[in-house]
C-alpha cells in the first residue's frame, strides 16, 4: 500500500512539473514579447513551488524563467529591428514608443551612450526599465549580436533576482499558498516604486 501511494504520489509530481515548466516557459516569453503579462510574479511564484517540492526545482525554475526571457527579448528586439528598417515601420515598433515616454527614452539613450551594453542588465532589474532600453538600442541600431550579448546577462540577472524573492517567500511559510502570495506582494511592490518615484518627484519639481 505504501509503495503504491509514494509511486503515486511520485506520478503526480511528475505529471504537474511536465505541465507546470512548459507552462512557466511560454508565460514569461509571451510577456517579454508582450509586455502586460507579470513575468515577475510568476517566477517568484513558480520559484515558491520549487522550494517547497522535494526535490530542488529552483535551480529548473531559475534556468527556464532566464532561458524565456532571453527568447523572448530576442524576438521583439528582431521585431523592433525590422520595423526601424522599414519604411512604413511596424506595429511593433510602435507598442515599444508607445510604452517608452519622451523623457525616459531621452534618459535612456543617454545612459546606453554612456555605459552601453551594461545598461541593459540595470533596465531588466528595474520595472519599466527595459522597453525604453530596448527603444534606446533600436534607434541607435545596435547589432543583433551585440544586444543579445548584453541581454545574456540581464536574463540571468532578473531571473536570480525574482527567483530569490520566491524563495525567500518559501522559506519563511510552511504552506506554498502563503509564500506565493508574500511573493507576488513583493514584486508588486517593486513594480509600483518607479511610478511612486516620478509622482514624487514631479510634486516635488511642481512646488519647486
Not at 543617454?110 to 534607434?139: D, K, N, Q, T, Y
Request: hydrophobic share 55%; proline share 5%.
Amino acid at each position: 500500500m505504501f509503495p503504491f501511494a509514494a509511486a503515486a504520489e511520485s506520478a503526480s509530481e511528475s505529471a504537474g512539473q511536465a505541465v507546470g515548466f512548459p507552462s512557466l516557459f511560454l508565460l514569461v516569453a509571451l510577456g517579454s514579447v508582450v509586455p502586460v503579462v507579470p513575468t515577475g510574479a510568476i517566477v517568484s511564484s513558480a520559484s515558491v513551488v520549487g522550494f517547497h517540492q522535494q526535490a530542488p526545482l529552483t535551480l529548473l525554475v531559475f534556468l527556464v524563467s532566464a532561458g524565456a526571457a532571453f527568447l523572448g527579448d530576442l524576438v521583439l528586439y528582431w521585431l523592433g529591428r525590422r520595423g526601424v528598417r522599414s519604411r512604413n515601420g511596424s506595429r511593433w515598433l510602435t507598442q515599444l514608443q508607445d510604452r517608452a515616454p519622451e523623457q525616459r527614452l531621452a534618459t535612456a539613450q543617454r545612459r546606453l551612450e554612456r555605459h552601453g551594453v551594461a545598461v541593459l542588465v540595470l533596465s531588466r532589474l528595474i520595472p519599466a526599465g527595459r522597453i525604453p532600453v530596448m527603444l534606446a538600442c533600436l534607434l541607435a541600431d545596435m547589432p543583433l549580436r551585440v544586444f543579445l550579448r548584453g541581454d545574456v546577462v540581464a536574463c540571468l540577472a532578473w531571473a536570480a533576482l525574482y527567483g530569490a524573492i520566491g524563495i525567500l517567500g518559501g522559506s519563511l511559510f510552511a504552506e506554498p499558498w502563503q509564500g506565493v502570495l508574500l511573493a507576488v506582494c513583493l514584486t508588486v511592490a517593486i513594480s509600483a516604486v518607479p511610478a511612486v518615484y516620478r509622482r514624487l518627484r514631479g510634486e516635488r519639481s511642481a512646488r519647486a
